[in-house]
């Protein structure tokens, strides 16, 4: 059985072929830089979030991913809670910025993600933390992490950008 979304982190970390390559990857910020206004600011039904807040989401997502991967690459055995994704987007600015600082907030995040990556060893790669339910290894929280950014870009293709 494949996995779903619902899997949560194991889905997202399934996304993912080549864990350097998906994180230097330039695919998604380039695609972000080609959008009008009228773009970012869509979303494909009522209730749904604009792409606009999806980009402040997913940003949102990588720093907590990254302050997690922190904590368990250094043998921080504390778990960690979960957090309420539209509780986050809700209360943001994500819809008053304009798409270019959205993406450059996207971009300095993900250069402390890669630099985070870079000072990780072989072995606190394979380190264990838990967050909310899941317990993975810091190499696995990383998976979850762009995972999470291309399952994204699956649904930005498949029911806004057509």
Do not use: C
Request: charged share 25%; aromatic share 12%.
């Amino acid at each position: 059985m494949a996995l779903t979304v619902s899997d949560g982190f194991p889905y997202y970390a399934s996304l993912v072929k080549n864990l350097n390559e998906s994180f230097h990857s330039e695919e998604n910020f380039n695609l972000l830089s080609r959008l009008t206004p009228e773009q970012w600011s869509y979303a494909y039904a009522s209730g749904k979030w604009t792409i606009k807040q999806i980009v402040g989401h997913i940003t949102d997502h990588e720093r907590i991913m990254s302050y997690r991967i922190l904590r368990f690459s250094r043998k921080d055995s504390t778990s960690l809670p979960g957090y309420d994704q539209d509780l986050m987007v809700n209360n943001s600015r994500f819809n008053d910025l304009g798409g270019s600082d959205l993406l450059e907030d996207l971009r300095n995040v993900r250069k402390a993600t890669l630099s985070l990556m870079k000072s990780l060893s072989p072995e606190q790669l394979q380190l264990t933390g838990k967050a909310w339910k899941y317990e993975l290894t810091v190499e696995e929280f990383l998976k979850a992490t762009i995972g999470h950014e291309l399952h994204h870009f699956i649904v930005l293709h498949e029911r806004y950008l057509k």
